[in-house]
């Protein structure tokens, strides 16, 4: 085989390699090697799945037809090359009807034949690289940039096989996220906003921990649910509080313990808050205390008793802008100011209900 042809192979087998790792009916797939170790050098591309299975498959490209018998001899070839759950010829190029008409040779697949055009391969793995994030959250991508991507991990599949790197799938799907965010950020921003979600329902009144302020301390329980597939990292809160002719903000700065109790036990014993991850498909659960930020165009001083609305936002790690969890409204009234000085607290319960009543 002279050097093109090595070189046409080698670009072959990466991009079958790619193909199959964007499909979704192989989606079970935990770890991949191309060129994996072995004593007979019979296996190109080793697939272990999540239930402990193991695939090895085995891709002979020609541009001349493949024949019953070469398709025979390699199937002998790799069934003896070690024990594995299943076995696969890959074929890339015009093969002999016979092929298929008698395929599988012994425990061998093989499936209908690839493209010897690495220009066809590639156009192949563009229309799945849309399925594949998209089955992911992401937004679509334009087409330089799928291009690019599909080139990008190409080149990487072919630096592994050099070394014989084990690429896992959480490995295959870090790259991919990472040179989307750094080509296309918007699509990055675009999963995490649909991903992941915060609720919050109510809302714990308190008195601030040093008397001679009287603007409260607001206690609340919130759940963040991050139905992706990759880690969510949150940064920060934010509370924005307004009313008819004032504005106030409040910042996070401790985690209590649940609600109930002496609000200042459950103080006493506040964690300060910091960023944290939530590991997909996964919630967290946890009580936040804000207190309000001391800016010259914030107040800080006493709630009046009128309506006030109360606004969070949240930013996460992979997003440059916060957004916008929930805005409600509030009643402030007597109750509500007479937990000022005291170890009392009052909870509210929160709910955009109201507003779709009234439209009723």
């Not at 291009?147 to 630096?159: F, H």
């Amino acid at each position: 085989m002279g050097g093109r042809e090595a070189i046409r192979g080698f670009a072959v087998q990466a991009l079958i390699c790619l193909l199959d790792s964007l499909q979704l009916e192989n989606s079970s797939w935990k770890v991949v090697v191309i060129e994996p170790d072995s004593s007979n050098d019979k296996v190109d591309i080793r697939w272990e799945y999540s239930d402990g299975k193991i695939r090895v498959q085995q891709i002979k490209s020609s541009k001349n037809q493949i024949g019953r018998g070469d398709v025979v001899s390699w199937c002998k070839e790799l069934e003896a090359s070690g024990p594995a759950d299943s076995y696969q010829l890959i074929l890339a190029g015009p093969i002999a009807a016979a092929v298929l008409d008698d395929a599988p040779f012994g425990q061998v697949e093989v499936p209908v034949p690839k493209s010897m055009d690495t220009l066809a391969l590639i156009e192949q793995a563009i229309t799945k690289v849309d399925r594949y994030l998209s089955a992911k959250g992401i937004a679509p991508l334009s087409l330089p940039i799928r291009e690019s991507l599909i080139y990008i991990v190409t080149a990487r599949l072919l630096d592994g096989a050099v070394r014989g790197h084990r690429l896992s799938r959480d490995e295959f799907d870090g790259w991919l996220l990472r040179w989307i965010a750094a080509a296309y950020p918007e699509a990055v921003e675009q999963r995490m906003s649909a991903n992941c979600a915060v609720l919050w329902s109510s809302v714990e009144f308190a008195s601030p921990a040093t008397i001679s302020q009287r603007a409260f301390e607001l206690n609340l329980p919130l759940t963040v649910i991050n139905g992706g597939a990759s880690t969510a990292v949150v940064e920060f809160f934010l509370l924005r509080v307004c009313s008819s002719n004032r504005e106030m903000r409040y910042r996070p700065a401790l985690v209590l313990p649940d609600v109930g109790g002496q609000f200042r036990e459950r103080r006493s014993q506040g964690r300060p808050f910091g960023e944290f991850a939530v590991p997909p498909q996964s919630s967290i659960q946890m009580c936040v205390l804000f207190t309000p930020i001391d800016g010259v165009a914030y107040k800080t001083d006493e709630w009046p008793r009128e309506k006030h609305h109360i606004e969070l936002y949240v930013k996460y790690g992979a997003q440059r802008a916060m957004a916008s969890v929930k805005r409600a409204p509030v009643q402030i009234g007597i109750e509500e100011t007479s937990v000022l000085g005291t170890n009392n607290s009052r909870q509210v319960a929160l709910s955009a209900m109201d507003a779709y009543l009234d439209l009723l």
